[in-house]
């Protein structure tokens, strides 16, 4: 056995109502490893080693283990009975601050080419050749892996997790606005109730469902997000057996680049965009997830459209729309163009010299996009006379800025904002002063690195705050 030597080792306090165990008439013919039971621990035995030091058959006196050991009888325990379950807390110690800035540093870089591997050619081939148009909208089919892992019983996790998200809403008071807009899929048709006869068809795949709520939105408060990532009964999950697809978003850096180019800017998005895409009829049981009715009851059902939280989503949208843009390059040039160029998911960002280039462009891109089955509103631009142009209904709520951001970031966490009406860039950096709260380096660099500034715009006042500020000012604290 190998021994260290500690400078100093915790004690053991017994609690007085338990220190009379010692009077217990069983113990009275053994010899105590701790005689007295409490006080400074003498010696700390390695789990590994500790059978090496049993000599008998462990028993049970007043709620405590007892172990014949050639040290003594060790006992073992609850030290308090009828307490409470000890509380545990996890504790992650911060990284360093100089990681956080170099990960910041990275953030910030352009990133590289990417070029496509043989799998990706092979799942743009297969989009190409099981795509269908109903009614002129795309009907799809997922990428498979080539050897997907099987999927056990999902249901059973759909099922609590819906209970989990509804007392969790109705605790926050958003239990209503979610269930209105699962209630719209069934009625807009992006989703149907299950026939009884159909529910214990297989294959099949449960989602669950919770609500992500953006406040800052005008138009959509409240999304619905399926978890395909949820692990079934066999330990893999729907988005396991899927392939993500090639990244099809033109670099963020060039829409930007290419947006300041023009006069006369302007922005919009697709409404619904992904549930403007149907699901191809075999898909359509791998999308089921449940909700309750006004009854309480239970209902199954499974979507018909792409949804957010599927793998491949992100990757079968944009090569709808790309889709789109080749079949029509030559009755819709402009807006092919604008479509392979300045889309980024669902938001387009280009402009034109003048007015009527632009107002024509918009015209010609909603044309197409129809064509599909897909709206594009939230216009917003710097130009007064095309906003009056744009019929109403398709105007922004707040057509005042244009925001900017990467597809998978906050609202919150925008770095990049337009203000259409002075025709400039800005930012908000999120650093709150307090005369109480000390300015750290940390909360410098937590708050700076909440700003996306891909094209460096703002790389002057960034720099200051991540390293003049840190490291030249007296009042900036180590940690």
Known sequence: MT?????????????PNRQDILSNHALRSYHLADPDLGGAVDLILNVDDSHSIITGQSFRIDGL????TCLGLCLSGPL???SPPPAFMASIPPTDLQEDLGRLWELDQVPEALFRSPEDERVIQDFDTSYKRINGRFSVSLPRVSNPPPLGDTRKQALSRLFANKRSLSAKDKLQAFSTVIREYLELGHAHVIPKDEIHSVPNCYLPVHGVFKDASTTTKVRAVFDASARSTSGSS???TLLPGPNLYPPLPDVLLRFRLHPIGMSADISKMFREIL????????HRFLLRD???SIVDCRMDRLTFGVKS???LATQVLHTLARLHASSHPAAS???LSNFYVDDFLSGAQDVESADSLRKELCDLLAQAGMVLRKWRTNSSELRNRVPAYLLDDDSSSVSIRPPNQAPKALGIHCDVVSDSFFVSIPITLSNTEPVTKRSIASGTAGVFDILGLFCPAIVQGNMEKVFALGRARPH
């Not at 283990?65 to 014949?68: G, H, V, Y």
């Open 238 to 240: 729907f988005n396991d």
């Open 65 to 68: 283990l007892a172990l014949p």
């Open 279 to 286: 699901l191809n009829p075999e898909e359509k049981d791998f």
């Open 313 to 315: 989503s992100p990757f």
């Open 337 to 339: 163009s604008a479509i």
């Open 294 to 296: 006004e009854s309480g």
């Open 80 to 82: 308090i009975q009828d």
């Open 3 to 15: 021994f260290t030597v500690f400078p100093k080792l915790p004690s053991l306090q017994i609690p």
